[in-house]
């Protein structure tokens, strides 16, 4: 039984409170305010909204340590030493905005340059997934291990596909070629529409591994600690350790990695 620390509750305080908001808005088709950054990039109401109790919560806890947000950008902590929270508030808001349940809240401390703790809240199932560094990752109270699953034939992937304002003709071939590589090898691929929570259910074993281009660093930062605490692999394409720099990921149990990046490479 886990012993959550008390920045793991700062984190789930901060995710519960901005869920509260996010689910009366959940299933709402009008006044959502929603508006376009991108062709087909949206946010709304409930994105901004859940961003700003997040913020006041954080910032309540910890005053000193800066922000890294999707909505409202970077805010330079009390001295250039301090730990940053990285966040997104809402992972997965066309689903969000489609009356989708699978949607999530993702929160992480990078120090130094070092991911250090990590927690993605899915308020539909609440299901509270977190990891600090070196302590394993867990799902609620029960501790995390990736899938033992050793071949593609039995696995089950996730993925992101590319879609409107999202990546160049070159990028959408090439994620075509992915496909059909990835397609005929497995046991099925999925495309769930929230990163984090994609990257946290390969820690909890549900996914044996998953793969997207072209994600910012909010997408994945906890996700990739619950992954490396869960006993998973993270790399990007070129099976380097540059996943978090790039927004490329692929991650997968440490008997399927390698054998996943060669068929997308392949
Ligand atoms: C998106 C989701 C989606 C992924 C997109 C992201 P948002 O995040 O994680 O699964 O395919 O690339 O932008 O905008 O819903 O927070
Ligand atoms: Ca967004
Ligand atoms: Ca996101
Ligand atoms: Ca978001």
């Not at 000193?64 to 990285?86: C, H, K, N, R, Y």
């Not at 071939?173 to 984090?196: D, T, W």
């Not at 998973?232 to 380097?240: I, L």
Request: glycine share 10%; hydrophobic share 40%.
């Amino acid at each position: 039984m886990a012993t959550r620390s008390a920045l793991i509750n700062v984190m789930q305080k901060a995710s519960t409170a901005a869920s509260r908001g996010m689910l009366r808005d959940f299933g709402e088709t009008e006044n959502l305010q929603v508006s376009r950054k991108g062709p087909a990039d949206f946010v709304s109401r409930a994105d901004t909204n859940a961003e700003r109790v997040i913020k006041a919560e954080l910032h309540k806890a910890r005053p000193d340590w800066g922000f890294l947000m999707e909505e409202s950008g970077e805010t330079a902590g009390a001295d250039s030493d301090a730990p940053v929270w990285i966040v997104d508030p809402l992972d997965g808001t066309t689903n969000f905005l489609h009356g989708i349940p699978q949607f999530a809240i993702s929160i992480a401390v990078m120090d130094k340059g070092v991911i250090t703790a990590g927690s993605v809240f899915d308020p539909i199932r609440n299901e509270l997934f977190y990891a600090e560094r070196g302590q394993g990752a867990y799902l609620n109270e029960r501790r995390l291990r990736v899938s033992g699953r050793r071949h593609m034939s039995e696995s089950l992937f996730g993925t992101g596909i590319p879609f409107l304002g999202r990546g160049t003709e070159d990028d959408h071939k090439q994620f075509i070629h992915e496909l059909s590589n990835v397609m005929p090898r497995c046991a099925g691929i999925r495309r769930y529409g929230a990163a984090a929570l994609d990257m946290a259910w390969v820690a909890a074993g549900r996914l044996d591994g998953f793969w997207e281009h072209g994600l910012q660093i909010w997408d994945i930062a906890a996700g990739f600690l619950l992954v490396r605490e869960a006993g998973g692999f993270v790399s990007d394409f070129a099976s380097r350790d540059k996943a978090l720099e790039t927004g490329d990921v692929v991650t997968a149990n440490p008997t399927l990695h390698a054998e996943l990046l060669r068929a997308l490479r392949s």
